[in-house]
């Protein structure tokens, strides 16, 4: 997930660090062997542009559990590629709004690979599988605002995921809610409580407001991991009375400001180091190093 100067548990710093999905360090010092446990994560930026890039470089160059680069399960909640506002109707128009979520021919390979770990898609997928199967009650009362056999099927494919990448939004919508919130006040199933997410991870953290970063924060993570450069673009705030209301100041910039420990990463990779010596010099206090190419 992270390509760069990445801190290790028993504090060597290494470069260009992979972390493996589904696989963690365990004990101190780092002498003890790698032990398997089942984390999922959740993956959220404020960005739709932002939450594609990630699912693709996620699938890219993360490692499963297994040890194989892209061989694990990842979801996709929310628009697709071109779609420029969401869908209305909610699920009464699921599987009519699927059948546009087809992979087409002449898509990328990004753009196809975002169709298929399409959230929706996927649950479509289900329902027509139970249909097929004999089970009928899937094709009735989908007047409700999310009825059960839909609920089901998202909670499926939600509960089946290492990682899910949706907005930040998206995390807090009405589906998303419904299909991976606990309820402890209304069951006691295993299964339900799986469904929470064990570590959050919120990129361009500082392209966010505040009250957009904590709304993953209800799913009770362990970890909550934010990534983000407070020296470039802040959040966008139209209102100049919540602009001076601090509205725009990220979560990130606000532990930052109390002291939280913030860790650098200090190789850049986009940029001849002739071009880096300015922005390191002038805001980042001579401390950017550019990657041998």
Known sequence: LLNGTCPQPDGKVLAATKIQIGKTFSGSGGKQPRQHVKCRILVCADSNTAVNDLAWRIHKSALGPNGKVGEFNIVRYGMLPGEEKPSKGGSRNLAKRSEDKTIGAGCSEKDAFLQEINVERLATARLAGNTSNGDQSSGRNREGPLSKHISTAYQDVLS????????????????????????????????????????????????????????????NPQLVVMLGDPLQLPAVIISQSAAKCQLGRSIFNR???????????????????????????????????????
């Not at 991870?201 to 709304?215: G, H, M, R, V, Y």
């Not at 990779?269 to 071009?275: A, K, N, P, Q, V």
Request: aromatic content about 12%; hydrophobic content about 35%.
């Open 160 to 219: 089946n995921a290492h990682v899910v990448c949706t907005t930040l939004s998206g995390s807090g919508s009405r589906f998303f809610i419904d299909a991976v919130a606990r309820d402890d006040y209304s069951s006691k199933s295993k299964t339900v409580s799986d469904r929470e997410f064990d570590v959050v991870l919120i990129d361009e953290a500082c392209q966010a407001s505040e009250p957009s970063c904590l709304i993953p924060f209800k799913y």
């Open 255 to 293: 532990l930052e400001e109390n002291g939280w420990p913030v860790d650098r990463l200090r190789y850049q990779y986009r940029m001849h180091e002739s071009i880096e010596r300015f922005p390191s010099r002038h805001f980042y206090g001579g401390g950017l190093m550019t990657a041998p190419a």
